[in-house]
Nanobody, 126 residues
């Protein structure tokens, strides 16, 4: 069993640079072979991919909408994944979800992830 808990961001002004965190735990959790991703969802819209990172941090991938502004990273010693968000825009407002899936390659589809956090709301004011 794997638990993911997001934290770190609530209300921020446009142009801000907050960092979201995702702490993983559980009897069956192991950072090895666990791809971690961030998704976001606005009310009435589908959940969309934001970023993902392989288990050792050797490979990362970003949606075009956040490329160059967001950075994903992980600290396997702490079982934690981070999403550094820079130059935030009002259109980045959404609930951000941390997700995990076993494998060695990047996954960008939400259907490929087995473990999900409860989400953390990010509201960007203009």
């Amino acid at each position: 069993q794997v638990q993911l808990v997001e934290s770190g961001v609530e209300l921020v002004q446009a142009g801000g640079s907050p960092r979201a965190s995702c702490a993983a735990s559980g009897r069956t959790f192991s950072s090895y072979g666990m791809v971690m991703g961030w998704f976001r969802q606005e009310p009435g819209k589908d959940r969309e991919f934001v970023s993902a990172i392989t288990w050792n941090g050797g490979s990362t991938y970003y949606a075009d909408s956040v490329k160059g502004r967001f950075t994903i990273s992980r600290d396997n010693a702490k079982n934690t994944v981070y999403l550094q968000m820079n130059s935030l825009k009002p259109e980045d407002t959404a609930v951000y979800y941390c997700a995990g899936t076993r494998g060695l390659e990047i996954r960008t589809s939400s259907s490929e992830y087995n473990y999900w956090g409860q989400g953390t709301r990010v509201t960007v004011s203009s």
